[in-house]
Structure formats: structure tokens, C-alpha cells
């Protein structure tokens, strides 16, 4: 029997820390997640009579991992399914990088970043510049770090390319020294082993590897001689050490997964940059052909040219090319050296050439491209389920559904979701829907029919601690009955969402970056059967919706409710958003717009195909009987399979 070979090797200090970060950042339930998606074994479930509690879980998960050899492939998937949980991607990144993650060291990580973490447009930013960063090597080699800034062109340092260069007849240009089957853009190497990038790359699914074009050389800039040394010249001409890269494809108008969703993209060259005063830096960087990293750091100076940006973040041979940006994401330099003696304290110093002067410069020089306009960003134009080109689940429709998750994250927006369909055909989709739409680590809490007929008003609010991975406060126990001076009424109101509220509140102090997290309530019913809610049950999760009780309102910020229904429920004042599939579903063209996405995700071209999409929807439903999504759906999959030949 051959030996399990994983993609990492960790060692036991780091295999320790993950457990400690996974236990510190992660929910039982998200650990159940990871290891069933991973080994087809749910250690939650495994483990449920003998692990009470988060860390023991985690333990037994990392453990698990090992002996199947998928440590690898279980950061890639943490870090691919972050989008709530930067802590975890931070954390992630530092046992990579042999940081021990004790309490103390934790802490300091979880501080230093607390600023950022916090920002929605820090969130925002992160995975969108992330996709546009990939690993440049040329000859089977990776030498340096480029980032998109078009459809198809990559920037990175001329010193990086330096050897497949040559100085043009005129003494002052560059042209290309090598074919562009020698030059390639690695996206998504975010994991080690580095990635093959010999013919067969393009099997390697944990990253994209796409080719240079034929002519892929744009425009170069000489780098400048003892760049970030005292001996460098003072007087910098166009010296800007970069390199503008042509791709065979247009990687950045593709999605950046499988299963659809925001593109790509590319990051747009700014005219002007303001360095005026002191501002945060983040560098994502490749260093020395690692898998992805950034680093956070502070701007310190133009250096005395006033052509280098000089700031104070870690990085390392391989990180030239990287693309140095503010926490909002917006480009200032692309990296390109060390300083060897910085002013000030001696601290280690970086520098990156400003990108608005490469950004003018190819504007007056470079022919053969103009700058594009930034990319149309549709990050729910997913079109599966999953990312599995070999089994997908593609989604039919639900776009309204969508919407409405992604709005509802935010702190001013409803926090109550209803969805009224036919009893048996949508409360499991809708379930994996929601956890798609907003990421694998996003908790959910659910409960079934079965579970809101039976429970207890406190049994429901532990249970939803419980799939929440939340401990409870020893301090402050729950109130099982209302007290003598109150009725039950207020009790149900006031007093349960107020100790739920002051629960979530503790643990968000100790987690941040967890919140908000989704209860999920199926009452659905056979037809004429009336939803059944245990006694004050109702009422309980009402107050919790927001609903008013003698002009008073239980805020509970960090939870969202979807609940899922056959008939309308009265709600009273609680402010929701519906759904309604009951109501003119537009089969074709969900059907239509779900193929769009696939074919242009696999790269498959169709004339018109809307329209095309559309026809084959419509005659497919008059051949069938049965749930019409679930039909289109499994279409939709067999056509995916036969245009990629399987």
C-alpha cells in the first residue's frame, strides 16, 4: 500500500498551532464541515460522545487530517472559504510562516490586525486584490511575484525578467529574448508544494496557470543600478524597473472559481497617489517562489528621488513584482527592492516604485495598451453550488434570494429572511444556497419542523449556542423562568434575547470577526397543515426578529434568521425580506443565465447564448415531469460534463 503523500509538511510545533488557531476561530459545526468535505469522515459526529468541547475537537481534526495526508488541501480550502474570519487567514499565514501561535503571540497577531479586520472595506478588499496576485516564472522557475492590470496583462519587475531581455537596435527600449511558452502567471498558489509548470500545470486544480502570448512583451523599464542603496544615483530618469507582461488569455475576465462568482479582475493604475501623511500598507507577495502571503506595514517616506515608496513591512527575496496597496486596496507601488540604511529607527525598510509615475509612463509610451477601465465586479454570479467541474450543482435561478443575504451582512440592513414554497422541493437547496452565498465558515445554526415543535424557549437559545460554537457565561445563567415581579410574556420578550444578546456580545469580545452568524428555521408543512411552534417558542424568536413589547426591542446584532415556510407567517412589525417561489418563476431564463455563467467560466464560447440557453430550456420543460429547477439543474450538469468531454 503506497504512503499517503500530503501537499504540506507542518511540524508538530505548527500541527499544535493550527489546532489552537482552528479551536480559537472556528465553530464545531465548521470543523465537522472541514473534515467530512476532506475525508468523507464528520469527526463533529464521530466525536460527539466523547469531545464536549471546541478544542479537543480540533485536536482530533488535525490529527485526522495527518493520517490522511489533506493538510495541504485543508488550508487551501480555509483559506479559499475566509470571508468572514480574517483572523483565521492571518493566523493561517503565520503558521506558515513558523510563527508559534501561543496565547500571547495570538493575541499580538490578533491586535496588530484588529484595525484592518474590522473595516468592511478592508473585507471587501482582501480576496479581491488576492485573485488579481500570481507567482511569474520563466524558464520552470519562479522567480518573482506580478499582479493583473488588465484582462490579460500582468506587471512585474524588469529585474525579475531581466534574462529574457535584450536592449532594442535604439539603445533605449526592450524586446522580448524568449518565446512565451517560456513565461507563465501562477494564480492561486497559496499553498505549498509549488506548482508544476511544465505541460501538464494545467492538471494541477489547486491553482491557474496561464502562459504568456506569443508577443507578450509590452514595454520595460530598466531597473535602477544599487537600487535601494546608498549608492544608488540620485537622479532617477525613467529608471522604474518594471516590466508590463501580455497573457495568451484573458485570466481576469474569468471568475476566480469554478463555480462562478466575481471575476477575477485586474487592479487599476492610478494617475495620482497621495503620500501625504501616514498610511497603512499591505504587500502581497510570493517570497522566494512561496505560496501567497501579505504582510500589513506602515508608509514611511518617498525616498529622495521621490520616485521609490519606502515602508516598513516584512518580505523577502522572491517578493519583487509584489503589488504594494492601501487598506482600501487601492495601488501605491509596485515592490521592487530593500532599503539597506532607511532613516529613522533600524527597522527593516522596503521600497516599490510609485506606480502612478509606471502608470504615466505607459500611458505616453506604451502603444499597444491603454489602461482599462476597473473590472465589473458580479461576486453572485455563481452558477454551482460547488467547484467541481466533474459533479456540479448548478443553481437555477435564486438570484433574489442572493441579494438579499449579501445586503443582510450589513449592520444597517433587515435581518430576517423569509423564503413560502411547495412543501419537499426547497428547504435542503435553500440551506446550501445561503451557506455558498456567504462562504463555508460562516456559521449557521438550523433547526427542523420537528425541532420548533417540541423545544423549550431555553433549550432553543442553548441549542443555538451550541451550533455556534459559543460558551456560555458561568456568571450569568440563563433565567429559566420570569421572574416573580414580570409575566411570562416579558420573559419571552425581554429577558431570554437579553441574556442570548449579552452571550453573543462575550464571545465576539474573544472572537471577533465571527459575527454575524445565521439561525435557520424550517417550518414548512404538508399542504393544509398549519406550521407548529412549541409553546412561546414563537413569541421568543419574534422579540429576537425585533419585534416591539411595550415599546421596548431586543437588539441582537450578530445574528441573521432565515425562515423557511409553505404558508406566510404573521410576522406583526418585524421588518424581513421575502421570497416567494410560489410566485411566475422565469424557468428559461434562469435556466439561461445559470449556462452563461458555466460556459463562460470553462471557457467555452456560443453565439447569442441567452438566447440559445433559453430554447433549450423551454423545450427540455415541455419533454418533462417533475420539479422543474431540479430538472434544469441536472441539465445544466450534463451539459457542463459533455462540453468538457467527460
Not at 483572523?87 to 501561535?101: C, D, I, P, S
Not at 511575484?145 to 484582462?151: E, I, K, W
Not at 516604485?353 to 482599462?372: E, T
Not at 449579552?502 to 398549519?530: C, M, S, Y
Request: charged content about 25%.
Amino acid at each position: 500500500m503506497n504512503a499517503v503523500v500530503d501537499t504540506i509538511q507542518l511540524s508538530p510545533d505548527q500541527l499544535a498551532d493550527l489546532a489552537a488557531l482552528l479551536e480559537r476561530t472556528s465553530t464545531n459545526r465548521n470543523l465537522g464541515w472541514l473534515s467530512a468535505t476532506l475525508t468523507g469522515v464528520d469527526v463533529l459526529q464521530e466525536s460527539a460522545n466523547q469531545i464536549g468541547d471546541t478544542k479537543a475537537l480540533a485536536q482530533a481534526l488535525v490529527k485526522l487530517l495527518v493520517d490522511k495526508g489533506v493538510v495541504g488541501d485543508a488550508i487551501a480550502l480555509l483559506q479559499r472559504e475566509f470571508p468572514n474570519n480574517l483572523y483565521l487567514l492571518a493566523g493561517l499565514g503565520a503558521v506558515l510562516n513558523k510563527e508559534r501561535l501561543d496565547n500571547d503571540n495570538l493575541q499580538a497577531l490578533l491586535n496588530r490586525y484588529e484595525p484592518f479586520f474590522n473595516s468592511a472595506d478592508f473585507q471587501r478588499m482582501l480576496p479581491r486584490v488576492r485573485s488579481t496576485v500570481c507567482a511569474v516564472a520563466a524558464g520552470r522557475k519562479l522567480l518573482g511575484t506580478g499582479f493583473l492590470v488588465g484582462p490579460a496583462h500582468v506587471l512585474t519587475n524588469f529585474h525579475v525578467l531581466r534574462p529574457y531581455l535584450k536592449l532594442a537596435a535604439n539603445g533605449m527600449d526592450y524586446e522580448q529574448n524568449a518565446d512565451g511558452k517560456e513565461i507563465c502567471c501562477v494564480f492561486d498558489y497559496r499553498t505549498e508544494p509549488p506548482p508544476r509548470l511544465d505541460d501538464a500545470a494545467i492538471e494541477d486544480s489547486r491553482v491557474v496557470v496561464v502562459r504568456a502570448a506569443d508577443q507578450w512583451l509590452v514595454h520595460a523599464r530598466k531597473q535602477l543600478p544599487d537600487d535601494g542603496t546608498a549608492k544608488a544615483p540620485p537622479k532617477v530618469d525613467t529608471e522604474y524597473d518594471y516590466v508590463l507582461i501580455e497573457l495568451a488569455r484573458p485570466v481576469g475576465q474569468k471568475p476566480a472559481r469554478v463555480g462562478g462568482g466575481a471575476l477575477r479582475g485586474w487592479l487599476t493604475l492610478p494617475t495620482k497617489c497621495d503620500f501625504l501623511g501616514e498610511r497603512k500598507v499591505v504587500l502581497f507577495q510570493h517570497p522566494g517562489g512561496a505560496a501567497q502571503q501579505f504582510a500589513i506595514g506602515d508608509f514611511s517616506q518617498l525616498d529622495p528621488s521621490a520616485t521609490r515608496v519606502w515602508y516598513r513591512v516584512s518580505s523577502a527575496h522572491g517578493s519583487s513584482g509584489g503589488a504594494a496597496v492601501g487598506a482600501n486596496g487601492e495601488l501605491l507601488a509596485l515592490h521592487n527592492a530593500e532599503v539597506d540604511s532607511p532613516p529613522g529607527p533600524p527597522e527593516k525598510v522596503n521600497q516599490g516604485v510609485r506606480i502612478d509615475l509606471i502608470a504615466d509612463d505607459l500611458q505616453n509610451i506604451a502603444k499597444k495598451w491603454k489602461p482599462p477601465p476597473p473590472a465589473d465586479q458580479h461576486p453572485l454570479a455563481f452558477w454551482s453550488l460547488n467547484d467541481s467541474l466533474a459533479s456540479p450543482k448548478p443553481i437555477i435561478g435564486r438570484q433574489a434570494f442572493r441579494e438579499a443575504v449579501v445586503r443582510m451582512m450589513s449592520p444597517e440592513a433587515e435581518r430576517v429572511l423569509t423564503v413560502l414554497g411547495e412543501f419537499g422541493t426547497f428547504v435542503g437547496f435553500s440551506l446550501s444556497l445561503l451557506q455558498r452565498t456567504l462562504g463555508s465558515l460562516v456559521p449557521i445554526a438550523r433547526f427542523t419542523p420537528q425541532n420548533m415543535g417540541v423545544m423549550t424557549p431555553p433549550e432553543f437559545l442553548d441549542a443555538i449556542l451550541d451550533q455556534l460554537g459559543i460558551e456560555r457565561d458561568p456568571d450569568d445563567p440563563m433565567p429559566m423562568s420570569a421572574p416573580p415581579t414580570e409575566t411570562v410574556e416579558r420573559w419571552l420578550a425581554i429577558y431570554l434575547p437579553k441574556w442570548l444578546a449579552r452571550q453573543l456580545a462575550r464571545h465576539e469580545k474573544k472572537r471577533p470577526g465571527v459575527f454575524p452568524a445565521w439561525v435557520a428555521i424550517d417550518v414548512t408543512t404538508p399542504k393544509n397543515a398549519a406550521p407548529l411552534w412549541a409553546k412561546g417558542l414563537r413569541d421568543l424568536v419574534t422579540a429576537m426578529f425585533g419585534a416591539r413589547d411595550a415599546g421596548q426591542t431586543v437588539d441582537v446584532p450578530q445574528l441573521r434568521w432565515l425562515l423557511m415556510s409553505t404558508v406566510p407567517l404573521p410576522l406583526g412589525t418585524v421588518k424581513f425580506v421575502e421570497e416567494n417561489l410560489l410566485n411566475d418563476p422565469r424557468y428559461a431564463e434562469d435556466f439561461a443565465t445559470c449556462m452563461t455563467i458555466a460556459w463562460k467560466t470553462i471557457d467555452k464560447e456560443v453565439e447569442n447564448p441567452e438566447s440559445v440557453f433559453a430554447t433549450i430550456a423551454e423545450i427540455t420543460l415541455e419533454e418533462i415531469e417533475g420539479l422543474p429547477r431540479k430538472v434544469l439543474a441536472q441539465k445544466a450538469a450534463r451539459m457542463v460534463k459533455i462540453a468538457r468531454g467527460k
